[in-house]
Every structure is written in structure tokens, then in C-alpha cells.
């Protein structure tokens, strides 16, 4: 939840009689001067968010272009117009200029929705020629319009849909794969080490930038632009948030097939006390240790989402077999039980790496307890008996588990309230179920035969042939068995059955 934060306007009516003065008539110098007044006031009262600050820049220039007194030299004029768009520009790409290495400012601004020859322009008036005034008036034009689009209206119509901008990422696939031939290449031969070092940095670098798009990905596709980039300085949970849902793409890649798990299923060999074998830890825990050293929470959520991605496959079973799924959609739920081996391995071994002082230290933002208490819930009474979608996850939570006494006695706690093995019948279980149906066979064919005070036989009471002994029953305090004798006859659960005596006065009292 983003918290409040300071605006100029005492009401939204304000920020749209502003907007009118502004886009009413461009020729109207008189209503244009009202609308830069009132943003220089609010500017001496509080800081003005991005877009109002460019607006006024702008605005005043263009004030000072169409102006009835007189004209301004040329020069002054192109480097005031440059100015502004210069400023309109950095001002939207600065804060998302965001990790360890730098991006393209062409690349930020394409995600932005904004004009890529607004780019080459500001490059152009900073380190070129400055352009004809032609130019800087058409691009002075198109940047209220932009404003428009992108400020104006959402602000005073948050409920309408975002303006278009491009949300998506390049594909981490590519780059992954190139890491993962390097880094073969590189354990089968240490003599190659230092000359494929720059590639790798450069790989590295690829994956860090391809983090960056994913943050401002992540602010496009909120369909919003933070334009008051001081928020994030008092309020650090408002660029968070970016960040967790760019590292959160990324452990979605890291844990597909091919990636962290092989493709090759005689590759996911295991090691001792489910952890991945050696040979995959080598390939990939440089670039783990890597991007951790930049993203402390990379962990906890690669973590979280292994976790998640185990258990959904005994979701996707439970929901098969309640019919929420239909069957020609079961065959897509198909479970690779070394894939969820692999994945619970990678698990247990990023929770006890954590921390290499103690695996029971509760530092840090997850624990091998927060782990253990997702998988209990994911696999409670409730869940579902696929065992091979179960398998992944019971691994990993018996090996989180181990070692521990505490969380020993509740794994146990656990296996004893839920099923373990398969869905399907067990000849035990058959014979058991005939054996019932004997008895109850029996019990309806021979009813007992009872004694009263007086000494003479007599047939218990029966309901549809099941005796029910009136001596030896055992009834709450306040309760009676009623017998057909009093007028009792049997009738479905949850229907009441009148007397024909009731009946009729009922209809007495309906005819009256």
C-alpha cells in the first residue's frame, strides 16, 4: 500500500481548472499566464511533483515565445526551449536509472511510453549543435501532450484505463544459457578462467540490466509513473516493491526446466541430505552469490517461490479431482517427480546457506521455520493424496525438519493425521469394507430377539430391518426413542411428516 504524500492543490478541482487554463486555447495568452501563476504559487508553497515542474518550464517558455511585446534573440529562445525538454526528460529516467550498472537511456524512456526522438533530441542539445527553434517548438508541443496523457488525466481520472506503455522484459532464457555454457566450459577447464573472465563480467552485467527493465517494467505495468521520485527517499517501501517484483520474474526463469534443474533428467543427480550434487552447484551458485551480493532478498524469495511452485502441483490434483479442472485438462498437471526433487533440494540447500554461522539462527528475512510452517499448510489434512505431487515437497520438509526436535515431533504430528502412499484401494481395505457389508447383512436378516418383565419373548422394534434394542440403548438426558406406536413413521432427513389429523386442521383453519 503506497502511503500519502504531499500536494500542491487543496482539491482535484484545482489540478483541473489548472489543466484547462493550460490545453483550453493555445493562443490564449491571458488563460496560459493565469495557469503558470497559479504553479509558481504552489511552487513557493511545496515542491512540485516531476510533470507539474516541466509543465511550468514548458509553459513559461512558450509564454515567452507567443509573447505580444516584442521578440526574443533566437539563441535564448533555443536554449530555453532545450532547457525544459532536457529537464523533462532526466527527470523520468534518473530515478529508474536504478543497479549496478547503468542503462540506455533510449531503453528506459521506450518502456516510459516516451517519444524516442525526445531522447535523441536532449542528446543532441547537451552534446551537439542545439537544434532549430522549429524543431524545440514542435517538441515543446508534443511534451504537454505527453503530459497530458500521462499526468493530467490519470491524476484527475484515476479509475480510467492507463495510457498504453511497453511493460514487457526481454527474454532471461538467452542470457541464462549463454552464463550456463560459460560456466561449463570453465569447470571442465580452469585454465580458461581468465580468458573468459570479461565475458562473464559482461554477462553478469547483462542479467543486472535485465533486472533494471524488469523495475521499470514493474512501474509500467502499475499503469502509473512515479513522478514524485523524493517519496522514495522518505518512504523506502515505495521502490521495494519494484525491486521484489523484478526479482520475483527472475526466480520465475531460474526455476524453470533447464535453468537451476537440468533438462537432462540423468543430471539431477542428488547429494547427501537433499542438496543438489555438485556439479549443479558449481554452475550456478556463482551467479546465485552474485546477485545476492546485490539483492539481499533474492533468497527469500527464490525460496518462496520453489515452495509455491512444489505445491502447486497438489493443488492442481485437488482441483482434478473436484471436478474444478475438467479430465482433459488433467494430463497437463503430469508431475516430474526429479524436477520437484531437484527444486526441494535447491530449497533446503538455500535455507541452511543463509546463514553459515548456524542453521538454526532465525536472522534474516526467512527461516527454516517459516519454510517448514508453509509446507505444513500446504500439506494438512485438507491437501490432496497425489502422492507423486506430494513427493517434492514431504522431501523437503522431511529435511528441513531433520535435526531439529521441535520440528521433528510436529512432522510427526503431521504424518499422523494425514494419508501417506496412494489414493487407491489396498486389498486390506477391500477385504475390510466386505466384511462390514457381512454384518450389516447379517444384522438385517436375524433381528434379536429381547425379553420383557414379564418374562415373555418379544421383537425388538425395527426400523427397515436394523434392530434397535430399547434395554440397552444409551440416549443423551432428555431424549426418548418415539416408536411407531406413538405415530412415529420414518421420512427423509429434513422432512417433516404431518398427521392426517393435523392435516386436516390445517385445512380447517385455511378454509375459515
Known sequence: MKLPHRVPWASIGE??????????????????LRAVNRLSAWRAITSLPHALESALAILTVILQDIQPQGTIPSLLLRQSYAGAIIRLVNGLVDPLQSGAYARSIAS??????????????????????????????????????????NYFLPT??????????????????????????????????????????????????????????????????????????SRELHSPDEADWRERWALEKLCDALVEKGALVPLSKKK?????????????LNLWTPLLNHLQSLHPDLRSILVLKIVARLVSHNDAHGEVASGNVPPTAAPEHKVDVTYDLLLAAWANWLVRARSPASEDAEEGPITRKDVVINLTRALGPRSSSNADGQKGARAL??????????LEKNL???????????????????????????SLLAARQSPEITSDSSGSNTTAPTLNGIVHNEQTAVLPPGWRLVSAAEGWKP???????RSHAELSGLSTVHVR
Not at 531522447?119 to 515543446?140: K, Q
Not at 504430528?413 to 462390514?436: F, I, K
Not at 421420512?491 to 411428516?497: C, D, K, T
Open 156 to 229: 484527475l481520472n484515476p479509475s480510467a484505463p492507463p495510457p498504453s506503455r511497453s511493460a514487457s522484459t526481454r527474454p532471461l532464457a538467452p542470457i541464462l544459457n549463454r552464463y550456463k555454457t560459460l560456466l561449463k566450459a570453465t569447470n571442465r577447464d580452469a585454465s580458461l578462467l581468465t580468458k573468459l573472465r570479461p565475458e562473464m563480467t559482461k554477462i553478469l552485467r547483462d542479467i543486472e540490466r535485465w533486472v533494471a527493465e524488469a523495475k521499470v517494467a514493474a512501474t509500467a505495468s502499475a499503469g502509473e509513473l512515479d513522478w514524485d521520485a
Open 268 to 280: 539431477r543427480a542428488l547429494g547427501a541430505q537433499l542438496i543438489p550434487s555438485a556439479n549443479v
Open 15 to 32: 489540478l483541473d481548472q489548472v489543466c484547462s487554463w493550460i490545453y483550453s486555447d493555445e493562443n490564449d495568452y491571458d488563460t496560459r
Open 412 to 438: 510427526s504430528v503431521l504424518y499422523a493425521v494425514t494419508p501417506q502412499g496412494t489414493s487407491e484401494w489396498a486389498e486390506d481395505d477391500l477385504n475390510l469394507m466386505d466384511e462390514r457389508l457381512r
Open 491 to 497: 421420512s427423509p432427513i429434513g422432512v417433516f411428516v
Open 397 to 406: 520438509l522431511k529435511a528441513l525438519c531433520t535435526g531439529n526436535a521441535d
Open 108 to 149: 528506459i524512456a521506450f518502456q516510459l511510453g516516451l517519444p524516442a526522438w525526445f531522447v535523441e533530441l536532449r542528446h543532441a542539445a547537451t552534446h551537439e549543435d542545439l537544434p532549430s527553434v522549429e524543431v524545440l517548438r514542435e517538441a515543446a508541443r508534443e511534451s504537454m501532450t505527453w503530459l497530458l496523457h
